[in-house]
């Protein structure tokens, strides 16, 4: 395949005449030595007889027949590690640095401009001083052989070998955005995510060896830590992706490898000896050794199960073999052929491939089961219609029920009036309130609040309602009646806390007394002075245990004076943005409201919290009293 690339692309960018290969006449003279000695290049020196670490000077005579009428440059491909290149004596050009600062930059292309105020008609000599010190690089100029001409020449040649990588980088990119977006809109399966991490990894991993990212001033550190981080982490989604394309438990031996290459990955991200990052590649290279067989296992398992079975084995099996020949040849060589990308290229197709044919099947598999479902949806429809209506039949008829239990709070008692707002957020809810005459003119009102709203709360307030008749006309003081509605409570009470506020209006003495336990404090007004506060005092919650404390607080009566009971369906009452209705919006509609009657009163708040309310998220009840 990337024959194929070179040799299309050698018709659209022909190497002009003007470029010329250095292939024969170098010299090698190692620090120290006075010796000059012939070496090839495009061969490692390791291999020439020399050892790391190592520092000395290739040296070429090059022939300028003619002066050129352009601007020249050399190429010498990557060179290990660091060097620094001269034109007649003078420097063109360095990457990396040498002792005692030393710093590789083996990843780099050495592309050096030579100004025409350097060269000469005739004989030139380049220079180029290196320095190794990894024992795992091959040292010196290793890659290819080095090319010299005009600078336009050169820079279509660098273009040339870039467009391999980038067609290869474009087509892995393209699978990654198809897989990752495709799974953006139909998290059905991981298999596609786990394809796109693949891609994008591998892309990761190619990227510092296009030539031209070297030219963006990107510090060599970060291209490095990347190639490694890519290198070590992408091989885990693609066993991933294999073990959820079948849908299979992964192995502990896999978690583990798994877990080895991931720090391994992590590992990469820190700062290191060029040595040790290649220490690393060989342990990454035994994990490789141990997943191949735990991939084949899977694949033969599922091998005569399903179609993108097959797909995918066959997409293995080229990836295995460009990735063995691509180890090979970097172990005997020291040469990356860059061949493992055209095998994972075709892996993915094959995912790629895989997964539409997952997904096809399914879509079948869907489509027969739809068929047979919708004559079991009509008929489980007709039966919920059924089951529905008869829900419904009860609901309308516990509402009724519900009615009846909580009375209707519009009346007038001496110099007392009252009247009361009850809206369930169903049919049904869990607010209750009530009141009882006694004998002695004084009034008793009870409101309660139980945790939750719908059917359970309508029966717990069913069960304060029982309550309430029997404890009313014997306990005329607050705290002393809702410690003994507690202790009845606290048996059919577990989960639906309860609420309670409890007045007594004594008409006789002008003394209002009040006890509440976990309830909103109620608000007092006086619509001659135009004043309003809430009334002070707390209290636990009901049914939460058994000995609590309350206390009974007081509060002279006047002539002019309003009460405003509330349950907090009120305050929490939210609109389209979440924002709560809140205290503050409640005390603006009171003290507006000072002119109006209590039933003008009443509208007017029930009207304000539909507006502002899309739907009641809670049951809301409350009523104003009056005392003349």
Not at 106 to 133: A, F, M, T
Not at 409 to 424: G, I, N, R, W, Y
Not at 479 to 492: H, T, Y
Not at 504 to 531: A, K, R, W
Request: glycine share 6%; with cysteine.
């Amino acid at each position: 395949m990337k024959y194929l690339f070179l040799l299309l692309f050698s018709f659209a960018f022909p190497l002009g005449a003007e470029v010329i290969s250095l292939e024969s006449g170098w010299t090698f003279q190692e620090e120290g030595r006075k010796e000059m000695n012939p070496v090839l290049v495009g061969v490692p020196l390791v291999k020439q007889g020399y050892a790391v670490p190592l520092r000395g000077k290739y040296r070429l005579k090059i022939l300028i027949p003619t002066f050129p009428e352009s601007s020249q440059a050399i190429y010498m491909d990557r060179v290990h590690s660091a060097d620094q290149t001269f034109w007649n004596g003078v420097p063109v050009g360095t990457t990396g640095s040498f002792s005692p600062d030393y710093y590789p930059y083996w990843h780099k292309v050495r592309y050096y401009e030579i100004p025409n105020s350097l060269l000469k008609q005739g004989e030139n000599e380049l220079v180029v001083d290196i320095e190794c010190r990894e024992t795992q690089f091959r040292c010196g100029i290793f890659r290819s052989i080095p090319f010299f001409g005009t600078q336009d020449e050169i820079k279509d040649k660098m273009i040339f070998e870039d467009v391999n990588q980038i067609l290869i980088g474009a087509l892995f990119f393209g699978i990654f955005l198809q897989q990752a977006i495709g799974y953006a809109l139909n998290r059905s399966s991981k298999s596609g995510l786990y394809l796109a991490g693949t891609a994008i990894f591998f892309v990761g991993w190619r990227l510092p060896s296009i030539n031209k990212i070297h030219f963006l001033m990107i510090n060599p550190e970060i291209l490095v830590r990347l190639l490694f981080f890519c290198q070590f982490i992408f091989p885990v989604f693609i066993m991933l992706f294999v073990h959820t394309l079948f849908d299979r438990r992964i192995t502990k031996l896999a978690i583990i490898t798994f877990f080895f290459d991931t720090v391994l990955a992590f590992t990469q991200l820190f700062s290191m000896a060029p040595d040790h990052r290649f220490y690393l590649v060989y342990i990454w290279y035994i994990l490789l050794a141990v997943k191949v067989p735990i991939l084949i296992q899977l694949l033969v398992r599922n091998y005569k199960k399903t179609s993108e079975a097959i797909v995918v084995s066959l997409g293995a099996l080229v990836a295995t073999f460009f990735g063995i020949a691509d180890v090979l040849t970097d172990l005997i060589t020291g040469k990356n052929a860059y061949l493992t990308q055209y095998g994972i290229l075709t892996f993915l197709f094959a995912g790629v491939l895989a997964i539409a044919l997952q997904s096809a099947r399914t879509r079948k598999e869907l489509r027969n089961l739809n068929e047979s479902l919708e004559m079991l949806i009509t008929l489980r429809t007709q039966e919920l219609h059924k089951q529905y209506k008869l829900l419904h039949d009860d609901l309308v008829m516990a509402a009724g029920l519900q009615s009846k239990l909580i009375p209707p709070m519009e009346f007038k008692h001496q110099t007392l009036s009252v009247a009361s707002v009850f809206m369930p957020m169903e049919k049904i809810g869990g607010d209750y309130f009530d009141y009882y005459i006694h004998k002695d003119g004084s009034v008793t009102f009870l409101l309660c609040d139980v945790l939750g709203h719908g059917i359970a709360a309508a029966l717990i307030a069913s069960m304060l309602k029982v309550n309430f008749l029997e404890i009313a006309p014997k306990v005329k003081d607050p705290a002393n009646f809702l410690l003994e509605m507690n202790l009845k409570m606290l048996p059919v009470v577990e989960k639906n806390y309860i609420t309670a506020v409890v007045s007594h209006f004594d008409l006789q003495q002008s003394i209002l007394q009040y006890s509440v336990m976990g309830h909103p404090s109620p608000y007092s007004m006086n619509v001659v002075s135009n004043t309003l506060a809430p009334l002070g005092g707390r209290g636990p919650i009901m049914g939460w245990k058994k000995d609590i404390f309350l206390e009974t607080f007081f509060h002279q009566l006047s002539p002019g004076d309003r009460f405003f009971f509330y349950t907090d369906g009120i305050t929490e009452s939210q609109n389209k943005n979440r924002e709560l209705y809140g205290e503050l919006r409640l005390r603006e509609q009171l003290a507006s409201g000072f002119s109006l009657s209590l039933s003008e009163l009443n509208e007017k708040i029930k009207k304000d919290i539909r507006n502002f309310a899309f739907r009641l998220s809670d049951d809301v009840t409350y009523f104003t009293i009056d005392i003349r």
